[in-house]
């Protein structure tokens, strides 16, 4: 990745039981990203994410027992290109408009590459 690209980064917490409806909205959303510029799109799902006592990411998205947090990360090839995707994402008519979580949950920034390894 160069360090001029942008990243989109996100987490949010997914009920555990719609695991798979999740994947399923993560791979119609990557599809729309990709089509308007996003170079990839990763989605993870939690698996050592352990709680915290003064910060963590379940306390950052406010995870129920019943939830699992997920990470991800969309990467572009940089902010200008970012910038105009996101608006022509939030125009297309095939984007998802429902989502299998809490939407107000969701933590969100759009990051410059500092360096890759």
Not at 86 to 94: Q, R, Y
């Amino acid at each position: 990745m160069q360090t001029d690209s942008y990243i989109d980064g996100f987490l949010c917490a997914v009920p555990t039981n719609q695991r798979e409806a999740y994947r399923r909205h993560a791979d119609d959303t990557a599809r729309i990203f990709k089509k308007h510029g996003a170079l990839s799109v990763v989605q993870c799902w939690g698996d050592d994410v352990p709680p915290g006592k003064l910060t963590s990411m379940p306390m950052a998205v406010k995870c129920q027992p019943d939830e699992t947090v997920v990470l991800a990360w969309l990467v572009w090839p940089s902010k200008a290109v970012r910038d105009a995707g996101m608006k022509a994402v939030m125009a297309d008519p095939d984007s998802p408009k429902e989502m299998p979580f809490d939407g107000q949950r969701v933590i969100f920034g759009g990051f410059n590459v500092l360096m890759t390894a």
